[in-house]
């Protein structure tokens, strides 16, 4: 299975808004809602940000939001801050009942 | 408080065995699946199979099949990866995950370095 399509890299200044985007086929992104988000910093673990496409784990900031139209999924960071510079990696379950992850997308603020 | 403990970096030759753990703590470990993801130097996230526990039910990806053995004990709450042959492209940081809320993972462990050089 290939990975799912992420932009290399997004840039974006503080208070602004940007979307990062994660395109799939009809049987990963495009045939479930099970889609999810983590946020990597350098030398750390990946930190769930989104589940299910659009919903948000306790404890993470209401500035991060998820939607999903047919096979591409987004993350959207409202409000730019300078600690949201990482790496971001979608997810999705696949026809295969496997997971796969995006390429990740590099976040920087500028 | 939920943890997932993974063991110390390792340094191995090619073509020798390695298996690395994952212990947990702090909710049950037998009824969430416990996944393993890779990550290759300066590279991104790769889904590498799962484990259920409390019947030792685990799904590879492709990927991964035949490549890696995925296991879990469940009397002392920890769940492993191994090699029998490893190769100098299996040098890569290894992370555990707990699968909860979404079928997404919510906890992380702290990632094992393997180095896999002659």
């Known amino acids: 299975q290939s990975a799912l399509t992420q932009p290399a890299s997004v840039s974006g200044s503080p208070g602004q808004s940007l979307t990062i985007s994660c395109t799939g086929i009809?049987?990963?992104?495009?045939?479930?809602?099970?889609v999810s988000w983590y946020q990597q910093h350098p030398g750390e673990a990946p930190k769930l940000m989104i589940y299910?496409?659009?919903n948000r784990p306790s404890g993470v900031s209401y500035r991060f939001s998820g939607s999903k139209s047919g096979s591409t999924a987004s993350l959207t960071i409202s409000g730019l801050q300078a600690e949201d510079e990482a790496d971001y990696f979608c997810s999705s379950h696949t026809r295969s009942n496997t997971w796969v992850f995006g390429g990740g997308t590099r976040l920087t603020v500028l | 408080e939920v943890q997932l403990v993974q063991s110390g970096a390792e340094v191995k030759k090619p073509g020798e065995s390695l298996k690395i753990s994952c212990h947990v703590s702090g909710y049950n470990f037998a009824i969430y699946w416990i996944g393993w993801v890779r990550q290759m130097p300066g590279k991104g996230l790769e889904w590498m199979g799962i484990i259920y526990p409390a019947d030792s039910d685990t799904t590879y990806s492709p990927s991964f099949q035949g490549q890696v053995t995925i296991s879990a004990d469940k009397s002392i709450s920890t769940a492993y990866l191994q090699w029998s042959s490893l190769k100098a492209s299996d040098t890569a940081i290894y992370f555990c995950?707990?699968?909860?809320?979404?079928?997404?993972?919510?906890?992380w462990g702290q990632g094992t370095m393997v180095t896999v050089s002659s």
């Open positions: 995950a707990r699968q909860n809320i979404g079928n997404a993972f919510d906890i």
């Open positions: 299910d496409g659009t």
């Open positions: 009809s049987s990963d992104v495009g045939g479930y809602n099970y």
